[in-house]
């Protein structure tokens, strides 16, 4: 079954680089051209023609925004400025989804904190319905004081997390052990800020502060460079052409370089990596984490 699998993801492999040689979508972003607002009752606003957009939350409601298009494979740019002061209880989270009952989703998750301390940036990967691959992060830096740039790269052979270009996740395609890849659902952006203080900040001990509402996550300069997913069936590789931007992501993997700067991320500000809990997995560690 692992050699009928992968000849059936070389045969989609190779049309995808031939669609994808001569159409890539790329949009520099206009937040009214490229989302929608989902919900939240006027709480989530587009601002400066278009430049900016706004997430706010109350005691009443937090609110949201997805992408117009789906996409199959791509490198998405978001710059986010997170919810300043005492963020506790909240959580800020910019994704990508597939949709039904087996869907894919990769996702940054970020979790608020007592003034002071610092956010968690929370990551996993959903395939198939399956997710349960948390890494979480302390930042570098104040993500609070300044907008910072937070990258998806998703190609047919690796996913690959970045925050301001440095490399904090790989996770690879492990088809042939046995580990389900995203890589025929098409997918679209979300991003929404609501309260999950039963959990969000040190396992819910920490509850949200509402005399400190609205809290407000900023948004700018979004850029996918990617495949523009039409059509009906979920398989399908149409792309949409508007950009004859380059294709390089779409084999993209660690040089040497970020190697160097993926090891240092994990070494000095990973704090929960689901590949070391063998508490949680006494039956033995998932197979992804015996061979990366």
């Known amino acids: 079954m692992a050699s009928l699998h992968s000849i059936t993801f070389s045969t989609k492999t190779v049309l995808y680089v031939f669609v994808l040689a001569s159409s890539i979508a790329a949009s520099a972003g206009n937040f009214y051209q ?3 607002v989902t919900w939240g009752d006027g709480r989530a606003k587009i601002l400066n023609n278009g430049d900016l957009l706004t997430l706010s939350l109350d005691k009443a409601s937090g609110s949201g925004f997805q992408s117009k298009n789906e996409y199959l494979f791509g490198k998405i740019d978001m710059q986010l400025k997170l919810v300043p002061g005492n963020s506790a209880g909240t959580v800020t989270a910019y994704y990508l ?9 990769i996702d940054f998750e970020f979790l608020g904190n007592l003034s002071g301390d610092p956010y968690i940036l929370h990551t996993n990967v959903f395939s198939q319905g399956k997710g349960s691959r948390e890494q979480q992060f302390y930042l570098w830096f104040d993500p609070t ?4 740039t937070y990258s998806i790269l998703w190609n047919p052979q690796r996913i690959i997390f970045s925050v301001d270009g440095t490399p904090i996740r790989e996770f690879k395609n492990m088809e042939s052990k046995g580990v389900a890849f995203p890589k025929e659902q098409p997918m679209r952006i979300y991003s929404s800020l609501w309260n999950a ?7 819910g001990l920490v509850k949200t502060d509402w005399t400190q509402a609205p809290f407000t996550a900023s948004y700018r300069n ?3 460079n990617a495949c523009v997913h039409s059509g009906s069936s979920s398989s399908s590789s149409s792309c949409t052409a508007n950009s004859s931007s380059s ?3 779409f084999s993209q993997q660690l040089d040497s370089t970020s190697q160097d700067r993926l090891s240092w991320v994990q070494k000095n500000y990973m704090i929960y990596n689901y590949c070391t809990d063998t508490k949680r997995f006494p039956q033995g560690l998932p197979p992804e984490c015996q061979t990366s």
Do not use: M, Q, V, Y
Not at 145 to 148: E, K, L, R, S
């Open 197 to 203: 203080d039963d959990w969000a900040t040190r396992g």
């Open 247 to 249: 294709n390089a992501w």
């Open 97 to 105: 989804s597939s949709k039904g009952s087996n869907w894919d989703e």
């Open 34 to 36: 490229d989302f929608d």
């Open 222 to 224: 979004f850029n996918a």
């Open 145 to 148: 004081a300044d907008f910072h």
